[in-house]
């Protein structure tokens, strides 16, 4: 079968959806849009692509175009997804899902009502490294999970370049620490260990930045299962130690770590025995072209999974009932920093 994909976005959608779904040889990236018809038609003839638009409207109505692929901020993402799911397009999104978990509610019933298939790029999960770490907890490596570390701790291009206008920094335009990194995190973080029973969040302003830019958020959290949890997530670290999960059990610990500035590539995971003391380094299949965008692989695998659920007319995972599931954290966790108290999600 083959599916013709329109791509919104000319920054991560140019960059990566554009190559992703080109990977998978069941689809065809037959249009893209911008906000103007003119950066539209540039990206096209940069691209190689035979249509453009400066308005999502006329992508979502091309009625050769069944899969909308979404690469712009949540605050313009809610529309161009409403409107490509009732026009019976499915949907691959960008996180966050939306700018609140009940606009994110609304993606998701629109999407049941009218049978359309969604992903959402939470792209950790087919990050060399992850999927191996989840293999081995899943297998009991680590015994009963007691103590989860989280350190991301990076100097984000916004931050060093002193753009603090940029709506990545600004939680107000659905940017700020929380929604870039934090949906990230509490997508996997349940993925890995279970569902999350409730957290108490800090999000402290930092010196020399401007009170609107949210650039750290210091989580507690406590697990379904009685793991406890702490997590560091700053974008205004320099030379700041990268990417570290930290899994402490019964029987051992892991260890997934990227220390370079890379955001996808130079994960290194080692699982220690308790009952041997001795650690050992799982070998990962770095399976990427160095030449290319490293997000391009893991996020051409979650497509393959898309396509995959799409002819199989069954559900994605991820989807916008995950995507759903995280904005209520992220909510739970800005609720929390302004009260200071341990919070759950309401379901």
Known sequence: MNHKVGVVGIGFGLGVHVPAFRLDPRCEVAAICASTKERAAAAAEKAGLPASHGDWRQLVADPEIDIVSIATPAAAQGEIARGAMAAGKHVFLEKPLASTAEQGLELAALAESNGVRTSLDF???????????????????????????????????????????????????????????????????????????????HLPGLPGLPSEVEALALLQIEFENGAAGSVSLSSASFQGNGHRLEVYGSKGCARLSNPTKDYIRGFELDIGSAKTG???????????????????????????????????????????????RVQRWIDVARESAKSGKWLGVSE
């Open 278 to 324: 001795e650690r050992r380094t799982i070998p990962l299949d770095q399976d990427d072209d160095l030449e290319r965008d490293g997000r391009i692989a893991p996020v051409s695998r979650m497509v393959r999974r898309f396509v995959d659920a799409i002819e199989a007319g069954r559900a994605c995972s991820p989807n916008v009932a995950d995507g759903v």
């Open 123 to 201: 792209e950790f999960v087919e990050t060399p490294g992850w999927p191996e770490l989840k293999r081995a907890l899943d297998a009991g490596e680590v015994g009963d999970l007691r103590i989860v570390n989280l350190d991301w701790q990076v100097n984000s291009y916004a931050i060093q370049n002193g753009f603090f206008d940029s709506w990545k920094l600004r939680p107000e335009m659905d940017g700020g620490v929380l929604n870039l990194f934090g949906t990230h995190t509490f997508h996997y973080l349940e993925w890995l260990f279970g569902p999350i029973r409730r957290l108490r969040a």
